[in-house]
């Protein structure tokens, strides 16, 4: 019981934590492909150390459970875990965790559905709006260009993803911040952040009242803006994606003197025009490397006693 109580006050301490730490880091936005990578450690670490502490609560309560959980091991193992001594309790966090985790399955699920029936309706959106020629089949075409009288531009993510853009988009971009565009969007299908977006969505809609959730979400919003801008960048330089960004919000007042709620294209912007040097790669190796070790901590926390008794 006391593994089990360890593994859950430390979940419970990391989702409180770690989104002040990461708050307060001014290096996630120098490195913004470290810290996605850095937050996904991070929320599969509480995700661990939840499900372990469910895992060997259900194996106290149950022997239906304990069997295959601990089959394999010794008497010395078993008994070092004091499974008997949580009594009911055992049983009661077991299920309580159990719902938390089939109502994280059920969250994710439905995002999914969701976003598949979102890419769904926009596609057809997009065929009556730009119809197939005869001969053509859906998706041959990277990029589509429709015609409207507001600039704008959008990746459709899929099987076969698309960049849509608008009349007025192609009007206002000139240059290569056309290619500059086509390179963000290209940045966010390559390394799939949809799906990050959709499964930090799942988990903070799901658990709102837990801060990592709600941060995971909002930063994964944020972040994969960033890495695509700096894909883009390194192609085509940081002043032609911010022009770009420029021509395509103008009309949203993002850069007025009253921001719009979508400011945040207004620091997009600045962060391009007035870059801050990245990290040295020794530190970005470092950071990487720790960021791999945090979800080894509950691994750790889970099978001491097991070794130790071993020993």
């Not at 850095?38 to 939840?50: D, P, R, T």
């Not at 020629?133 to 260009?145: A, F, Q, S, T």
Request: hydrophobic share 55%; with cysteine; net charge positive.
């Amino acid at each position: 019981m006391m593994v089990s109580l360890a593994l859950l006050s430390l979940g419970a301490l990391a989702a409180v934590v770690a989104p002040r730490l990461m708050s307060r880091a001014d290096w996630p936005e120098r490195e913004p492909v470290v810290a996605l990578w850095v937050w996904q450690c991070v929320v599969a670490a509480v995700l661990l150390s939840f499900g372990l502490s469910m895992t060997i609560s259900a194996a106290a309560a149950w022997q239906a459970v304990r069997a295959p959980v601990f089959a394999p091991a010794p008497s010395a193992v078993v008994e070092a875990y004091a499974l008997g001594a949580g009594g009911p309790w055992s049983a009661v966090l077991a299920v309580v965790l159990a719902g938390r985790a089939l109502w994280t399955g059920a969250m994710l699920t439905r995002e999914i559905h969701r976003a598949h029936a979102r890419r769904k309706r926009r596609r057809a959106e997009l065929l009556v709006r730009a119809p197939l020629l005869p001969g053509e089949d859906p998706g041959d075409d990277p990029l589509v260009v429709l015609e409207g009288e507001r600039p704008d531009a959008w990746w459709l993510p899929g099987a076969a993803p698309q960049l849509v853009i608008t009349t007025a988009a192609l009007r206002r971009l000139k240059g290569r911040q056309l290619d500059a565009v086509l390179a963000h969007e290209q940045g966010h299908a390559k390394a799939r952040h949809d799906w990050l977006l959709h499964c930090s969505a799942a988990l903070a809609n799901g658990f709102p009242q837990v801060p990592v959730f709600a941060a995971f979400r909002d930063e994964m919003h944020r972040l994969v803006e960033l890495a695509a801008d700096d894909v883009a960048s390194r192609r085509f330089g940081r002043l032609t994606i911010a022009l770009a960004l420029v021509e395509l919000n103008e009309h949203r007042g993002v850069f007025g003197p009253c921001p719009a709620p979508d400011a945040q294209l207004h620091q997009r912007v600045n962060r391009l025009l007035a870059p801050v040097p990245r990290l040295t790669a020794g530190r970005r190796l470092r950071l990487t490397a720790a960021a791999v070790l945090v979800p080894v901590v509950p691994l750790l926390v889970a099978f001491v006693p097991g070794l130790s008794a071993l020993t």
